[in-house]
């Protein structure tokens, strides 16, 4: 019975090849959509859980009141991780980590700058990575060891064998290599290329053993027995850091390690969610487009209703149940899905490279893993039996006597629902466009909003080796403007768009001391405001005819407001346990995320040995290309043991708008596979709708209609159907947008601009669709219709 119903079946789809090709291009495309964005998704989901101990290992965050809110970020002090391991049973393992920040390694004559991190032996230990060579249990038990990944110790060794083997760190300290681990995966939220032991960091860095509980510096990671004592964890270690040190009113929160990379985000202190956000947006974005084309099928099924009549007749009449007709247009329906699904299997491999480039991941289809090919039948017989379902049903249930008799289509139950699902698929489409245009609108809004200091042109360099020291950046300076490659050149403690870094150990006359302010606090050089093309406010910034200045500080506009200082230039604050005075107000600018309000900073006077990045900006009048040649030249010849690492400030600011622009280009490009999709099955309709009325329209022209009256006869259902979707979609892309655009202090307010464009679009293609065939219609000559009547 099965091999004859897939004859039936495979005969039906032959015969009809019109409407199989525009069946199957649509499933095909909704499937390869859907597919390429749950590849995504699959591969976000599985950020961090490829450690074998990864459901019972946290992520230890500080929630500190500050600024009227309570502040939550994975720094914790370092005196955090011995603590829940000696005095927490629950607690199985705790280890410290630095955040990976690049340093230069080197082997003979080969200098590499890489991310590397100083953690303690445990953190190899909670983290389980797949050692090639050495042994983890062996490993970091001694002070200047190292751990390179495959790719690194490929590129410092070759094809030799590294273990102890020595390399050097920033061209002092010799490192014996103990290990050899597993390139880190993409989708890992720790990323770094080898890593040193602890006391390694307490080695070079004294200032690590003088720090207190108020000073949050690492990263803190903790492996609990059981993930189900974390209620109990949590509320044993609440007051934790009070019991450490008195006046503190911080807390500590554990945040599991497989929602690290998706729920990303805290208020009052709790996760409220983050990229799961985006994450599930694409998950609607992929059951919609399949939904969409099963849609397709499902219209052009019934609309074909009459076609199939008689054979339902027939075969009713000798004896087929009802039962036998859904498995037979059920099959008919899987069959399409899987003739579709091998065309989507072809789209995706040609578009996976594009969105690869784009997502800057590596998403690939993985062709050995049964549990890919499991979730590729679940969805085939999902699209399969959804498409299916209507179809059959309602094709089924004609009796015979009246199909056999004659079947004529009513304008009944089928064709209302027929519209329903025209308009279901509009609805989706006009919705993304609206708020694909508002998306757009925010990133151009955002981007064109001032950002306190002209980002272009400006170059910050890091400031490492022989550039930490006064004599070597004083020549650098002259040199750089000497040659004409830059207009000026200042220091700063950090990255100008990077955050951290933080105080909230200010006080001054007037201070409510119930109130906690939270200050970003930066060092910067002489003529700081003028490279990068700041101003200041009210008195002055730090200048070289001022050497003086060591107790002295800049605010910005933000910290003024919230100290409510009036006339603050000559007050005196405490910062630290020093008395400074306010020099001046520095404009506010930019530095974290464009999307925030500006958070109050302080700026002190840097000293040319303390490090940090040194800002160039370009000489406007000179060409770029030969201006940053010069300044590698330079930096080499003063720096010949560091590779340059240089970069502009436009490029690093480009990045914070990086997953709103993801957002907006795959919502474009699948909004526009949605569209072209809903087109197929009015262009499905159109040539039935032409069908059925083709007498009747040759009547009309017999009788005098013209071209246009018949254009307008055909066009104008249609037209209303995309009319209702659009009247459905505006409160539903309104709500949508406004709750996107909720997130951010800045932003646009939504305009009639994206509502007219989705109007104008969607009414468009539906009449270029249907007009394809309308005309064709409109214009064939009558006798041919009538000619047998």
Same mark, same amino acid.
């Given at each position: 019975?099965?091999?004859?119903?897939?004859?039936?079946?495979?005969?039906?789809?032959?015969?009809?090849?019109? %409407?199989?090709?525009?069946?199957?291009?649509?499933?095909?495309?909704?499937?390869?959509?859907?597919?390429?964005?749950?590849?995504?998704?699959?591969?976000?989901?599985?950020?961090?859980?490829?450690?074998?101990?990864?459901?019972?290992?946290?992520? /230890?965050?500080?929630?500190?009141?500050?600024?009227?809110?309570?502040?939550?970020?994975?720094?914790?002090?370092?005196?955090?991780?011995?603590?829940?391991?000696?005095?927490?049973?629950?607690?199985?393992?705790?280890?410290?980590?630095?955040?990976?920040?690049?340093?230069?390694?080197?082997?003979?004559?080969?200098?590499?700058?890489?991310?590397?991190?100083?953690?303690?032996?445990?953190?190899?230990?909670?983290?389980?990575?797949?050692?090639?060579?050495?042994?983890?249990?062996?490993?970091?038990?001694?002070?200047?060891? *190292?751990?390179?990944?495959?790719?690194?110790?490929?590129?410092? &060794?070759?094809?030799?064998? +590294?273990?102890?083997?020595? *390399?050097?760190?920033?061209?002092?300290?010799?490192?014996?290599?103990?290990?050899?681990?597993?390139?880190?995966?993409?989708?890992?939220?720790?990323?770094?290329?080898?890593?040193?032991?602890?006391?390694?960091?307490?080695?070079?860095?004294?200032?690590?053993?003088?720090?207190?509980?108020?000073?949050?510096?690492?990263?803190?990671?903790?492996?609990?027995?059981?993930?189900?004592?974390?209620?109990?964890?949590?509320?044993?270690?609440?007051?934790?850091?009070?019991?450490?040190?008195?006046?503190?009113?911080?807390?500590?929160?554990?945040? +599991?390690?497989?929602?690290?990379?998706?729920?990303?985000?805290?208020?009052?202190?709790? !996760?409220?969610?983050?990229?799961?956000?985006?994450?599930?947006?694409?998950?609607?974005?992929?059951?919609?487009?399949?939904?969409?084309?099963?849609?397709?099928?499902?219209?052009?099924?019934?609309?074909?209703?009459?076609?199939?009549?008689?054979?339902?007749?027939?075969?009713?009449?000798?004896?087929?149940?009802?039962?036998?007709? @859904?498995?037979?247009?059920?099959?008919?329906?899987?069959?399409?899905?899987?003739?579709?699904?091998?065309?989507?299997?072809?789209?995706?491999?040609?578009?996976? +490279?594009?969105?690869?480039?784009?997502?800057?991941?590596?998403?690939?289809?993985?062709?050995?893993?049964?549990?890919?090919?499991?979730?590729?039948?679940?969805?085939?017989?999902?699209?399969?039996?959804? /498409?299916?379902? =209507?179809?059959?049903? =309602?094709? #089924?249930?004609?009796?015979?006597?009246?199909?056999?008799?004659?079947?004529?289509?009513?304008?009944?139950?089928?064709?209302?629902?027929?519209? %329903?699902?025209?308009?279901?698929?509009?609805?989706?489409?006009?919705?993304?466009?609206?708020?694909?245009?508002?998306? =757009?609108?925010?990133?151009?809004?955002?981007?064109?909003? #001032?950002?306190?200091?002209?980002?272009?042109?400006?170059?910050?360099?890091?400031?490492?080796?022989?550039?930490?020291?006064?004599?070597?950046?004083?020549?650098?300076?002259?040199?750089?403007?000497?040659?004409?490659?830059?207009?000026?050149?200042?220091?700063?403690?950090?990255?100008?768009?990077?955050?951290?870094?933080?105080?909230?150990?200010?006080?001054?006359?007037?201070?409510?001391?119930?109130?906690?302010?939270? &200050?970003?606090?930066?060092?910067?050089?002489?003529?700081?405001?003028?490279?990068?093309? !700041?101003?200041?406010?009210?008195?002055?910034?730090?200048?070289?005819?001022?050497?003086?200045? #060591?107790?002295?500080?800049?605010?910005?506009?933000?910290?003024?407001?919230?100290?409510?200082?009036?006339?603050?230039?000559?007050?005196?604050?405490?910062?630290?346990?020093?008395?400074?005075?306010?020099?001046?107000?520095?404009?506010?600018?930019?530095?974290?995320?464009?999307?925030?309000?500006?958070?109050?900073?302080?700026?002190?006077?840097?000293?040319?040995?303390?490090?940090?990045? *040194?800002?160039?900006?370009?000489?406007?009048?000179?060409?770029?290309?030969?201006?940053?040649?010069?300044?590698?030249?330079?930096?080499?010849?003063?720096?010949?043991?560091?590779?340059?690492?240089?970069?502009?400030?436009?490029?690093?600011?480009?990045?914070?708008?990086?997953?709103?622009?993801?957002?907006?280009?795959?919502?474009?490009?699948?909004?526009?596979?949605?569209? %072209?999709?809903?087109?197929?099955?009015?262009?499905?309709?159109?040539?039935?709708?032409?069908?059925?009325?083709?007498?009747? @329209?040759?009547?009309?022209?017999?009788?005098?209609?013209?071209?246009?009256?018949?254009?307008?006869?055909?066009?104008?259902?249609?037209?209303?159907? *995309?009319?209702?979707?659009?009247?459905?979609? %505006? +409160?539903?892309?309104?709500?949508?947008?406004?709750?996107?655009?909720? /997130?951010?202090?800045?932003?646009?307010?939504?305009?009639?601009?994206?509502?007219?464009?989705?109007?104008?679009?969607?009414?468009?293609?539906?009449?270029?669709?249907?007009?394809?065939?309308?005309?064709?219609? /409109?214009?064939?000559?009558?006798?041919?219709?009538?000619?047998?009547?």
């Amino acid at each position: 019975m099965f091999r004859l119903n897939l004859k039936i079946a495979l005969r039906n789809l032959w015969k009809n090849k019109g %409407f199989t090709l525009i069946n199957v291009g649509g499933l095909a495309i909704g499937l390869a959509s859907c597919m390429i964005l749950l590849l995504y998704v699959a591969y976000e989901w599985s950020y961090d859980k490829q450690f074998k101990n990864y459901n019972t290992t946290y992520v /230890a965050y500080t929630n500190m009141a500050a600024n009227g809110k309570i502040n939550s970020w994975a720094w914790t002090p370092g005196l955090l991780a011995p603590e829940l391991k000696e005095k927490y049973s629950g607690v199985v393992d705790a280890a410290r980590s630095s955040y990976p920040y690049q340093q230069l390694i080197s082997y003979k004559d080969i200098k590499i700058k890489n991310r590397g991190i100083f953690a303690d032996p445990a953190f190899i230990r909670i983290f389980d990575y797949d050692f090639l060579r050495g042994s983890a249990s062996q490993s970091m038990q001694k002070v200047n060891t *190292v751990i390179l990944t495959k790719s690194l110790a490929f590129k410092l &060794f070759g094809d030799e064998n +590294p273990i102890n083997k020595v *390399v050097k760190l920033d061209n002092k300290d010799g490192l014996t290599v103990e290990g050899v681990i597993a390139d880190l995966p993409d989708n890992s939220s720790l990323k770094f290329d080898y890593i040193m032991p602890w006391k390694l960091f307490e080695k070079r860095e004294k200032w690590i053993k003088e720090q207190g509980w108020t000073s949050n510096f690492c990263l803190t990671v903790v492996q609990l027995q059981r993930s189900e004592i974390l209620d109990q964890t949590s509320a044993a270690i609440k007051g934790l850091y009070q019991r450490n040190e008195k006046g503190t009113s911080n807390e500590l929160l554990l945040h +599991p390690l497989s929602k690290w990379h998706l729920y990303n985000e805290f208020e009052n202190g709790k !996760s409220v969610g983050g990229k799961i956000d985006q994450l599930q947006i694409f998950l609607i974005l992929a059951f919609c487009i399949l939904l969409i084309a099963c849609v397709n099928f499902m219209n052009l099924s019934t609309a074909r209703s009459q076609k199939r009549a008689k054979e339902v007749g027939v075969r009713k009449a000798i004896g087929s149940t009802r039962k036998s007709l @859904i498995s037979q247009f059920m099959l008919e329906s899987t069959l399409l899905a899987m003739i579709g699904t091998v065309v989507a299997f072809i789209l995706v491999e040609i578009w996976l +490279p594009y969105f690869n480039v784009l997502l800057n991941i590596n998403l690939t289809i993985q062709y050995s893993d049964w549990r890919n090919w499991l979730a590729l039948v679940g969805l085939v017989l999902f699209t399969g039996i959804l /498409a299916g379902s =209507y179809p059959a049903f =309602y094709l #089924s249930t004609f009796e015979p006597i009246q199909v056999l008799k004659g079947f004529s289509i009513k304008s009944g139950s089928s064709l209302s629902i027929r519209k %329903f699902l025209v308009v279901f698929q509009f609805v989706f489409a006009v919705c993304l466009i609206i708020c694909t245009g508002v998306i =757009y609108q925010q990133l151009s809004y955002i981007k064109n909003k #001032s950002v306190g200091y002209n980002k272009g042109n400006l170059i910050q360099l890091a400031a490492v080796g022989n550039l930490k020291t006064s004599q070597k950046l004083d020549l650098l300076k002259s040199q750089l403007i000497k040659s004409g490659a830059a207009k000026s050149v200042s220091l700063l403690s950090m990255n100008i768009d990077e955050g951290g870094n933080n105080t909230s150990d200010i006080s001054w006359q007037g201070k409510n001391s119930k109130e906690s302010v939270l &200050f970003n606090q930066r060092g910067i050089g002489d003529e700081f405001v003028e490279t990068i093309g !700041s101003s200041m406010i009210a008195g002055r910034a730090f200048a070289a005819e001022f050497p003086g200045d #060591s107790n002295k500080v800049v605010l910005n506009e933000a910290a003024i407001k919230i100290m409510a200082l009036k006339n603050p230039v000559g007050k005196v604050i405490n910062y630290g346990e020093n008395r400074c005075t306010i020099i001046g107000v520095m404009k506010d600018f930019t530095a974290e995320s464009p999307y925030q309000k500006v958070a109050p900073t302080i700026f002190n006077r840097i000293y040319k040995d303390d490090g940090g990045v *040194v800002l160039i900006r370009l000489n406007e009048t000179q060409d770029i290309s030969s201006s940053l040649n010069k300044i590698d030249a330079i930096v080499k010849d003063l720096n010949p043991d560091y590779p340059v690492d240089r970069k502009f400030v436009s490029d690093s600011f480009e990045e914070k708008f990086r997953s709103e622009k993801l957002l907006g280009t795959l919502s474009n490009w699948f909004g526009g596979f949605a569209i %072209f999709i809903s087109a197929l099955g009015l262009l499905g309709l159109a040539l039935f709708m032409a069908e059925q009325r083709k007498k009747e @329209i040759s009547i009309r022209k017999v009788l005098g209609a013209s071209t246009r009256n018949i254009l307008t006869l055909l066009n104008k259902d249609f037209i209303k159907l *995309v009319a209702i979707a659009n009247v459905i979609a %505006f +409160p539903l892309a309104y709500i949508a947008s406004n709750r996107w655009l909720s /997130a951010f202090e800045y932003r646009v307010s939504i305009s009639a601009l994206p509502f007219i464009t989705a109007v104008g679009l969607s009414v468009l293609i539906a009449i270029l669709t249907v007009s394809i065939q309308s005309i064709k219609v /409109a214009k064939a000559n009558p006798v041919d219709a009538l000619k047998y009547e």
